[in-house]
């Protein structure tokens, strides 16, 4: 029965039940709350209040236990309406509000006072060569300001160019003074706009707030001591996974940690939790019927590139978590000496729920998660995978990638973000696909100059005798040279490409058999899998193919 959240007053006995197991899902939180209360007949309804209101009410199961008899006999879900005022926080902010406005209106004036001074300074000294170009009157003493407050009178006689010196100096003390202090008055100014729009929000909050509370009525035949359990979904609050994959050329695994993007959104503070994360959704199954079936004739869009950032197909599919933490053997020392200082441990989730559906991960040690709209990263697991270096290579992109072949192990990997490290230098960051269990994966880390790779049109013509018979045909051969610049002995995966057509009128053909042969040939996309290990320092691949029409049909891609 879904309950229908009202507007009341009720009165029982309220229930202190924190909040004692979270379950975050991608996309909403399961809570569950312990409580003991003594209840009897005089009062038979407990009361659990301040419920966020992202609560599904559908979602909301009490159950209880006591040392004696007693019976749930109902629960509403109501909505409180209430209005909460920090007025001691709210006069505070604006007595430190008005203290720092006091603060910005003396620096106001003397930046303006200082402006006034530094016009005055540089009218004096043009003042001083209109009167006295070439020197001071023995008779005649002049005093000028060198400073914010001091005085100083030029001895009689002295040069020009001498006191225009000195002018200088004391404007550009001035404009130093006037940098300085405008520098402060920018800085107190961001702090006046940041308390000013904490007192904004706190205004905001002066009003009337909804919050829920479950009713629960208990029907018990004498007074005793029962523990509740409520549980209840929210509609808010999410994690996301992210993993940081570490490679390392000299060994042929891969170490990946998974981590559990957090947000708590909730509005619930989660203090001292056992927590736990589901790869489940909240989002309800539909069944879609089959549509038509319609056949009809192709078209082909050859993608711009079958790799993104080196990877193999497209999207990077997602990686797996990270390596043991190693707590190696201390080594016997000599008497009194210090002890090597030792790693810290982190825990890590056991793991739970089905491979190929829902999985789910408990930390083994309690949290705490404070309430915001911030991440907190949550280390999940570590694990190490097998894995194989490679070079990756098209020549429409003309890039080479060094990249890694993984086996996944037992675990079923979401869709997220990696960061990939080489040891402890970051490498770079990109986007993972999902991965099934022991299914093999790309993950393309950086580009590459081992290998010198080249393509280039060797020779076309054109056959004179199909143009006689209204047919256009050409011939193509390309060459792709690679040559092998660091003696790399892996694989290079090449992916090229020659003309395809699906119309009757444009025919294109291989002519002769392509050494090496490719490991696939679809649509006209050309990959070859070479172990470098196995050939010349420098080697060439070949192919021909022609491409016929008939003189009348125009082309919608050019040939070269």
């Not at 009897?40 to 159950?63: C, E, F, G, W």
């Not at 205004?203 to 209840?232: D, L, N, R, W």
């Not at 990263?377 to 080479?400: K, Q």
């Not at 960061?419 to 269990?437: D, F, R, S």
Request: aromatic share 6%.
């Amino acid at each position: 029965m879904r309950m229908k959240p009202v507007s009341t007053t009720t009165e029982g006995l309220m229930l202190d039940a924190p909040i004692t197991d979270v379950l975050v899902y991608r996309n909403g939180v399961k809570i569950i709350r312990t409580g003991a209360i003594t209840i009897s007949q005089d009062a038979p309804t407990v009361i659990l209040k301040n419920l966020p209101v992202a609560i599904d009410n559908s979602t909301i199961k009490v159950t209880g236990k006591g040392n004696g008899p007693g019976k749930i006999t109902g629960m509403s879900i109501e909505e409180i309406h209430g209005t909460e005022i920090p007025q001691a926080e709210i006069a505070e902010l604006e007595k430190e509000i008005a203290q720092l406005r006091a603060k910005e209106r003396v620096l106001v004036e003397t930046l303006e006072f200082l402006a006034k001074y530094k016009a005055s300074i540089l009218d004096m000294q043009d003042t001083f060569l209109e009167d006295f170009p070439f020197a001071i009157p023995d008779e005649k003493a002049v005093q000028y300001i060198a400073g914010l407050s001091q005085q100083v009178d030029p001895e009689p006689g002295s040069s020009a160019m001498a006191f225009i010196e000195q002018a200088s100096g004391t404007a550009d003390a001035v404009i130093q003074h006037i940098e300085r202090m405008t520098a402060e008055l920018t800085t107190l100014r961001a702090q006046i706009d940041a308390e000013t729009n904490r007192f904004s929000a706190l205004q905001q909050k002066a009003g009337v707030h909804v919050s829920k509370q479950a009713v629960i009525a208990i029907s018990v035949p004498e007074e005793a001591e029962f523990t509740f359990t409520i549980q209840y979904v929210l509609n808010a609050g999410y994690w996301e996974p992210i993993y940081d994959v570490f490679l390392d050329d000299e060994s042929v695994q891969v170490t990946i940690k998974l981590l559990a993007a957090l947000v708590n959104n909730t509005g619930e503070d989660w203090v001292d939790v056992q927590l736990g994360f589901s790869t489940a959704t909240l989002k309800p199954i539909r069944v879609i019927e089959p549509s038509p079936w319609v056949l009809r004739e192709r078209r082909v869009v050859y993608p711009a590139s079958t790799m993104s950032y080196g990877v193999e197909g497209g999207g990077m599919p997602m990686v797996h978590a990270m390596a043991k933490a190693m707590a190696p053997g201390r080594p016997i020392a000599a008497a009194m000496a210090p002890a090597p200082p030792q790693p810290m441990e982190r825990q890590q989730a056991e793991i739970g729920g089905s491979v190929l559906a829902t999985q789910t991960f408990t930390m083994t040690d309690r949290m705490s998660i404070r309430p915001g709209n911030w991440r907190n990263n949550v280390v999940l697991l570590e694990m190490e995978l097998p894995g194989r270096s490679e070079y990756f290579y098209t020549t429409e992109r003309a890039t080479l990638v060094a990249q890694t072949v993984i086996k996944n192990g037992d675990l079923q990997l979401l869709q997220g973000t990696a960061k990939v490290y080489a040891g402890e230098a970051y490498i770079c960051e990109t986007t993972m696909n999902a991965v099934l269990p022991a299914e093999e994966f790309t993950l393309g880390t950086r580009e590459s100059h081992d290998l010198k790779i080249a393509k280039k049109l060797v020779s076309r013509s054109t056959d004179k005798g199909g143009m006689a018979k209204g047919r256009v045909i050409k011939h193509y051969r390309y060459e792709i040279t690679v040559e092998n610049l660091a003696g790399a002995t892996n694989d290079l995966v090449l992916v090229d490409r020659m003309p395809f057509s699906d119309s009757e009128l444009v025919k294109v053909q291989a002519i002769g058999d392509i050494k090496p042969t490719p490991v696939e040939n679809r649509l006209g996309i050309l990959k070859w899998r070479i172990p470098l290990g196995s050939k010349d320092k420098k080697f060439t691949i070949a192919y021909d193919y022609e491409v016929s029409y008939d003189k009348g049909v125009i082309l919608d891609t050019s040939l070269p």
